[in-house]
């Protein structure tokens, strides 16, 4: 059958031509910050790796990067070079002369040595006791594990950028202006060479004690006896490289500056350009782990990788292993979110970047809550709450006398808090969670028994709590509960603005509203049909819901119509948190975070042109013709700038990128193969367009959807 391609736009009044609506709406929040510079990547084997970069980034990876988990390794400093020795020993160098060290995989990692007056780059062991790093300053040995560093002078004062060993006692270093050192005796004494050029030289690699290359700004250099002599292997060439990596003296590759990966079959005889992107400025290093698989990490983010030895690689926005289910702001820019195993991230600039904090425990985490921007819970599996008062610089476990999964937590100021989970748990204190009491409900077996998902306070004395078919409230602070059934919904959650006025959610799309106090409850019309995990209202009149495969749902009336918005997922989201009826997050599955600051409505405002005039006349249109081999893409630009259109996924993750240069105003057309960046054909589904037009004067951006149905 024929494919054919639908382009839908949200604010058009006709299918084939129309406006990208303005930028706004939701966007997705990467746990890595937008410009995040990856600077090192280590896999031991073809299945697990990580890698390391700006502001204590280190991600780790179980099924070749598929996934990523946040490891907290609790400093801000940027982290130049990372490196394991098997799957459980790791070490990582920062530029402020820090050396962290793993046992466990980086589950935990601690600081080694700090306080070094040396710029540290890279860092390298041969076996789990003897190591270096190096870098701005000299050269760091230690023969166990670590534990003690000493320091080397190498002889140079110039910076020292990469360092490799093929013995306890064979090495190399290189660095600014050609540099070259060689050592016989484990970096006790080294010996200088040259490559007979001035270039600074940022990797090097040796296959055996004689045969290595090195590369750095324009050029790729080679030796073939042990790093005395060396000769261009690619003369003339005006590419900057940053790493080079080989398995065997035939097979290697080098990533570069300008977003290039080169690889060789010939021992570097000749060498081919396997893939270039030149929107990356920097692919800062990369490895083979056999002759099929490789990975590469640079700038902005920047993760390929190949499972076909380059043959195509692949490209990728890093997507979190870790499921977020709570998340709490208690202002525009600092909150936290919680999930799998013990996850806790904090971020402190509205969410532009998260630095994973030590919860101390493993249990999955469900429900946070802070009453300041100091003072928070994290409640979950195994009956486990924990308690920070220093913003989550430090989490401690509160003794609870229960083992159940605890689903939702609220707290009435820094005193009085609420808990309640599985089997008919609810949990209450007075005293900042230092003693938890157990509430039961006298003569109510079905309410001890019950699944509490949602609490929900007002005042001290007025709350509710929500299983899947009742809803229990007290007026008098939990002395006593009255039990009221809702029919025509199973509760997820809640949401209460007043003693009289609340919201509750639940399968099936339900959403019902109540004006005196729950003892009844209207059902509204959602619009959706699928579950909803959680519901929020800012104010009397806005609120939000959201739940299964990316689904947000905004009303401004109260909740008599809710509309969908998009949320350019299909991830469910689990939790929403607003601190304004403008600013808010979604978190959910697999790490994905959600931020609007302008309640999630994505409007075509007007635009601002060269000469302040507000224009909207052909505000950069488009018109898509399908062909049996392509999508034909007309679009017109009111003015002269750079023109920017990708196709990305409902993943937010670029497939193509159609248009990226400077044109003139007028009518341009580009092109799509209907395919995905590995060159597959693309399946059913829909497919995001976003098209910008810049100059240093003004700039549009437009937005719509391709409807690709078999």
């Not at 002078?153 to 070259?180: C, E, N, Y």
Request: hydrophobic share 35%.
């Amino acid at each position: 059958m024929k494919r054919k391609f639908l382009l839908l736009f949200f604010l058009a009044g006709i299918m084939s031509k129309a406006a990208f609506p303005a930028p706004g709406g939701w966007t997705c929040q990467n746990v890595l910050p937008p410009g995040t510079r990856l600077e090192s990547v280590y896999f031991p084997d073809c299945r697990q790796g990580w890698i390391a970069g700006t502001n204590g980034t280190i991600l780790h990876t179980e099924d070749k990067g598929a996934t990523w988990i946040a490891q907290n390794t609790g400093i801000a400093e940027d982290i130049a070079g990372i490196f394991f020795y098997g799957e459980m020993l790791g070490w990582a160098v920062t530029w402020k002369g820090t050396i962290l060290h793993t046992r466990n995989g980086g589950e935990g990692w601690h600081i080694q040595r700090q306080g070094l007056q040396m710029d540290l780059r890279k860092v390298f062991f041969v076996d789990a006791d003897h190591g270096w790093a190096a870098g701005y300053g000299g050269i760091l040995l230690t023969t166990d594990r670590g534990e003690t560093w000493e320091e080397i002078d190498p002889g140079t004062d110039k910076r020292i950028l990469d360092i490799h060993f093929v013995s306890q006692s064979l090495g190399w270093a290189v660095g600014d202006s050609g540099m070259v050192l060689l050592t016989t005796d484990s970096g006790q004494t080294w010996k200088a060479a040259t490559i007979g050029s001035p270039v600074a030289l940022d990797g090097v690699f040796f296959a055996d004690s004689i045969t290595g290359w090195a590369v750095g700004h324009y050029g790729i250099f080679h030796t073939t006896d042990g790093g005395l002599t060396w000769e261009e292997q690619v003369p003339g060439t005006s590419l900057s490289l940053a790493d080079v990596h080989f398995i065997d003296k035939n097979t290697g590759m080098a990533t570069g500056m300008s977003g290039k990966i080169l690889k060789t079959s010939d021992g570097g005889q000749t060498w081919h350009e396997q893939y270039y992107d030149e929107n990356i400025c920097c692919l800062r290093s990369g490895l083979l782990t056999d002759a099929l698989h490789g990975w590469v990490i640079g700038h902005n983010g920047s993760f390929l990788w190949t499972e076909d030895g380059g043959t195509t690689w692949h490209s990728k926005e890093l997507s979190l292993n870790t499921s977020l289910y709570g998340s709490c702001f208690v202002n525009e820019t600092t909150g936290w979110a919680v999930g799998d195993e013990g996850s806790v991230l904090r971020s402190a600039d509205g969410g532009a970047s998260w630095q994973a904090q030590n919860s101390t425990v493993s249990a999955t985490l469900r429900c946070v809550s802070f009453v300041s921007e100091t003072t928070g819970w994290a409640v979950g599996a195994k009956g486990t709450i924990i308690h920070t008062s220093d913003c989550g610089q430090s989490w401690t476990g509160q003794e609870t006398p229960t083992t159940e999964l605890l689903w939702s937590a609220f707290f009435f100021g820094p005193d009085t808090g609420w808990v309640v989970g599985d089997n008919g748990t609810i949990l209450s204190t007075v005293d900042c969670g230092l003693n938890w009491e157990a509430v039961e409900i006298d003569g109510n077996p079905v309410a001890n028994n019950a699944r509490f998902l949602d609490v929900f306070f007002i005042s001290p004395d007025t709350g509710w709590i929500s299983s899947s078919n009742f809803i229990l409230r007290t007026i008098n602070g939990g002395a006593t509960w009255k039990e009221l059934f809702v029919d025509q919904a199973a509760i997820s959650c809640m949401h209460f603005l007043s003693a009289t006025e609340g919201w509750i959610a639940g399968m099936d799309g339900s959403v019902l509203h109540t004006s005196d106090c729950g003892d009844t409850w209207n059902p509204q019309n959602s619009s959706t049909t699928g579950r909803l995990y959680d519901i929020y209202f800012a104010d009397t009149s806005t609120g939000w819901a959201v739940g299964d495969s990316g689904t947000i749902i905004h009303t401004t009336d109260r909740g008599r119509t809710w509309t969908p918005q998009i949320s350019g997922t299909s991830q469910t989201l689990r939790n929403i948190s607003f601190v304004s009826s403008q600013s808010g997050w979604i978190v959910g599955e697999n790490g994905k975070i959600l931020k609007t600051t302008d309640s999630g409505v994505d409007v075509d405002n007007n635009r601002r042109f060269p000469g302040n005039r507000s224009d909207t006349r052909n505000a950069g249109t488009i018109n898509c013709m399908d062909r049996q081999s392509h999508v034909k893409i007309e679009y017109s630009a009111p003015f002269s700038g750079t023109v920017v259109m990708r196709i990305q996924d409902l993943s937010g993750r670029t497939i193509s990128t159609l248009v990226n240069k400077y044109h003139q105003s007028g009518t341009r057309h580009a092109f799509w193969d209907k395919k995905l960046q590995s060159g597959a054909p693309a399946p059913a589904g829909m497919y995001p367009v976003l098209m910008t037009l810049a100059n240093g004067a003004a700039s549009i951006a437009r937005k719509g959807m391709i409807v690709l149905i078999r």
